[in-house]
């Protein structure tokens, strides 16, 4: 099984960028997907964007044009640039796979603050 760790996040101003990864443990491109979440205070786990095996991305609405998702093979790990970013985007960010989130198994995710 899988082992994945995010790392990048920080605090940033209002209109600043930050450099997610998603660093695994083994191979996770030939699973369905690999996603980043996101879960702000009080609120519930959100889906950011979304990298299939076929490379096919998608974004949640208010991300699109801001953040990029990618992945380096070679590196068994997934970014997400996030630019533009808003005190709105302050949460824990994840990022996680199919067979994990079936379990409901989530790595400590890591905190993006940005201050306005």
């Known amino acids: 099984q899988e082992q994945l760790v995010e790392s990048g996040g920080g605090l940033v101003q209002a209109g600043g960028s930050l450099r997610l990864s998603c660093a695994a443990s083994g191979s996770i491109f030939n699973i369905n997907f690999v996603a980043w979440y996101r879960q702000a205070p009080g609120k519930q786990r959100d889906l950011v964007a979304r990298?299939?095996?076929?490379?096919?991305?998608y974004y949640a609405d208010s991300m699109k044009g801001r953040f990029t998702i990618s992945r380096d093979k070679a590196k068994n790990t997934v970014y997400l640039q996030m630019n533009s970013l808003k005190p709105e985007d302050t949460a824990v960010y994840y990022c996680?796979?199919?067979?994990?989130?079936?379990?409901?198994?989530w790595g400590q995710g890591t905190q993006v603050t940005v201050s306005s």
């Open positions: 990298i299939t095996s076929d490379g096919s991305i």
């Open positions: 996680n796979t199919p067979p994990r989130i079936l379990r409901d198994s």
